[in-house]
């Protein structure tokens, strides 16, 4: 049974940062590739970062020079470190495994 889990959202101030993590379990995690997504409240769900399973990232414009992506597959563990946080960038973030599984979701609300 594959399980995908989201964790380290929250509140956080304008111009702070976040290290969002997705475990995943029940998968070959080294080969599959990854994504982060987000939906904000009216919105549809769209892209951020996606990372291959050799490593390689694309980010879309919404992340691009602001957030990271990364994986480390000794710990089945996914990440996506977010700098420079705007209020816009409020939403639940979910992470995707291979186009396939997705996670619950993490909210971040970022406020002053």
């Known amino acids: 049974q594959v399980q995908v889990v989201e964790s380290g959202g929250g509140l956080v101030q304008p111009g702070g940062s976040l290290r969002l993590s997705c475990v995943a379990s029940?998968?070959?995690?080294?080969?599959?590739?990854m994504s982060w997504h987000r939906q904000a409240p009216g919105k549809q769900r769209e892209l951020l970062a996606r990372i291959t399973a050799g490593s390689t990232t694309t980010y879309t414009d919404s992340a691009k020079g602001r957030f990271t992506i990364s994986r480390d597959n000794s710990k089945n563990t996914m990440y996506l470190h977010m700098s420079s946080l705007k209020p816009e960038d409020t939403a639940v973030y979910y992470c995707?495994?291979?186009?396939?599984?997705w996670g619950q979701g993490t909210q971040v609300t970022v406020s002053s």
């Open positions: 995707q495994i291979g186009y396939k599984y």
């Open positions: 029940g998968i070959v995690f080294p080969i599959y590739d």
